[in-house]
């Protein structure tokens, strides 16, 4: 399968732990995008990465949220002293970063935090 | 204002009805411009893309305004395996980010 792949599928927590979610893009692409989503609404963009270079964050990414994509392949999201208000699906997307170029999105990673 | 706006829906179509979706957007210097389409509960897969002079996929017809700052889908003889939620996707212009709407649900009825 050469789809985007997204790992846990699934992630309960406590509220106040850590976790980290990660993405494997399509191979041939060089852009890398996070996004989260909740219920009734559409996906909103969190950050991107061009490469290994992380060009922009939303101002939805507090400082709890990090990401990395450390040799311009995979790429993590941690969070740190997760909220119940974090309780959403993380989406991650890949292109191949031209103007036209549409978005290729993993399963997502489903997380609750109790 | 939010970036884009879609048709809040839902739409509740009978099999062989056409539908149509319109969607806004606020920055009139986007340039790319989508259609996607979300099943419950799985990631959104891209329908189509949307082009300057309009575009045809099927029984799929998507239109694109800059004047008004709209972009438009249109269904023609729905089934039922179109029940889903299409999202509206807007670029700006440099492509870093695309702004999704929040979807306009969709259920064709028997």
């Known amino acids: 399968d050469t789809g985007v792949s997204q790992n846990p599928r699934h992630k309960i927590t406590k509220r106040g732990q850590n976790v980290t979610f990660r993405c494997d893009p399509i191979s041939e692409h060089n852009r890398l995008y996070w996004y989260r989503q909740t219920l009734g609404q559409g996906p909103e963009f969190l950050t991107y990465?061009?490469?290994?270079?992380?060009?922009?964050k939303s101002r939805l990414l507090s400082d709890r949220f990090s990401a990395e994509r450390p040799k311009g392949s995979f790429s993590t999201l941690e969070i740190q002293r997760t909220e119940q208000g974090d309780s959403a699906m993380y989406l991650c997307?890949?292109?191949?970063?031209?103007?036209?170029?549409?978005?290729?999105f993993g399963n997502g990673t489903r997380l609750t935090v109790t | 204002r939010k970036e884009v706006e879609q048709d809040p829906g839902p739409f509740n179509v009978p099999e062989g009805a056409t539908v149509a979706f319109n969607c806004t957007y606020s920055?009139?210097?986007?340039?790319?411009f989508f259609w996607y389409r979300q099943d419950c509960r799985k990631e959104p897969k891209l329908l189509m893309s949307v082009y300057s002079s309009g575009n045809e996929d099927g029984r799929f017809t998507a239109q694109l305004n800059r004047a008004s700052q709209y972009i438009s889908l249109l269904i023609r003889d729905s089934k039922l395996s179109d029940s889903a939620t299409y999202l509206c996707?807007?670029?700006?212009?440099?492509?870093?980010?695309?702004?999704f709407g929040s979807g306009t649900q969709l259920t064709v009825l028997p």
């Open positions: 920055n009139s210097a986007s340039q790319s």
């Open positions: 990465f061009q490469n290994e270079a992380q060009l922009e």
């Open positions: 997307a890949s292109s191949l970063g031209q103007i036209n170029s549409p978005l290729h």
């Open positions: 996707v807007v670029g700006s212009g440099s492509a870093r980010q695309l702004t």
